[in-house]
């Protein structure tokens, strides 16, 4: 099987190629040089860590919006205090019979720039400038939802993770009256610990200490 039937499968050999050499810019190009006395990275695994979290890691796998695989393995960290911040926002939710459901965390600043370079500029909100890196980079960023601790299902919201219309704005008037309670219910547990919501996207919460941490470009496989 060919490398690009691998990881793209359908998807036209333009486009498949397109992204290929994305990847290889991504790869070659190095983060921002930062200036500052940062803290020490700390980035914990969030499945061994937080009680009652599920992972859906959406970019390890093809669904999502590059429509293939960015990370080859399906975990989630963050910085310690964020994931002891996470720690409490889940124990509050448990009473209320939910779960976190985690899409994504500290994410390697290399995907960032394949983010960028892909999406057209009419979404370019939606993603972070590597220029500037995310604070997904500096491992205190974590998109999230919520689920049921009953039926392990997840919980419906206005609209879906990574989706790139208004629906994702958590100011948003639409969708049901439910769907709106549950998320904001999410926004106001997570803001009870630290975390503030992204102006543009429900789902993707940045801890408040994140101006103290570098951007950092390791992988998860290399992770202590």
Known sequence: ?????LFFGHLPHKICTIILLLLVSACAAQPPQEQGDFKKTDLVELIKFVPNVKLDIRYATANNFTHRPVYTEARAFLQRPAAEALVKAAQALKPLGFGLLVF??????????????????????FVANPKTGSRHNRGCAVDLSLYDLKTGKE???????????????????????????????????????????NEFEWWHFDYKDWPHYAITDVPFGELK
Do not use: C, H
Not at 1 to 5: E, L, P, Q, T, V
Not at 106 to 121: G, L, N
Not at 176 to 195: I, N, P
């Open 1 to 5: 099987m060919k490398y690009r039937d």
């Open 104 to 125: 994504d965390g500290y994410r390697p600043w290399s995907v960032t720039k394949i983010f960028w370079d892909i999406t057209p500029d009419s979404n370019k909100r």
């Open 155 to 197: 919980i419906q919201m206005t609209g879906a993770y990574d989706e790139m219309t208004e629906r994702s704005y958590p100011t948003y008037t639409g969708g049901t009256a439910q769907q709106r309670k549950m998320r904001d219910l999410l926004r106001s547990v997570m803001e009870a610990q630290g975390f503030k919501v």
